[in-house]
Nanobody, 128 residues
Framework: VQLQASGGGLVQAGGSLKLSCVAS????????IGWFRRVPGKDRRGAACIEISNGRTFYFPSLKGRFTISSDDAKNTVYLQMDSLTPEDTGTYYC??????????????????????WGQGTLVTVSS
């Protein structure tokens, strides 16, 4: 199982970035893919998640409207479009896979402990 995150970088406040997560080594359609972030001084938290089989999406409440998660099943890739970025969005962004999302106790994208495999992270820096 591999998850390769990319697309981070330096952007000015108000700008946009699009992160990509390429997945391999498992049945993509059986999974949910989540984006998580660790910002300075805070624990890792969920940002957005998508249930691949039906495209259902979930967002951390404060990010909904600025972040959009999507998937390209033909490419086994999940994207995170981030708009109107602020310096508070600075951090390392990780993608992770729940490999058997239908077997999750509380349902897809509900519990971080369901995410079995993690990518290496990509750094996002937003300057003021």
């Amino acid at each position: 199982v591999q998850l390769q995150a990319s697309g981070g970088g330096l952007v000015q406040a108000g700008g946009s970035l699009k992160l990509s997560c390429v997945a391999s080594g498992f049945t993509f359609d059986d999974s949910s893919i989540g984006w998580f972030r660790r910002v300075p001084g805070k624990d890792r938290r969920g940002a957005a998640c998508i249930e691949i089989s039906n495209g259902r999406t979930f967002y951390f409440p404060s990010l909904k409207g600025r972040f959009t998660i999507s998937s390209d099943d033909a490419k086994n890739t999940v994207y995170l479009q981030m708009d109107s970025l602020t310096p508070e969005d600075t951090g390392t962004y990780y993608c992770a896979a729940d490999l058997n999302t239908q077997g999750s106790k509380y349902g897809p994208c509900q519990d971080i402990s369901d995410f079995d495999s993690w990518g290496q992270g990509t750094l996002v820096t937003v300057s003021s």
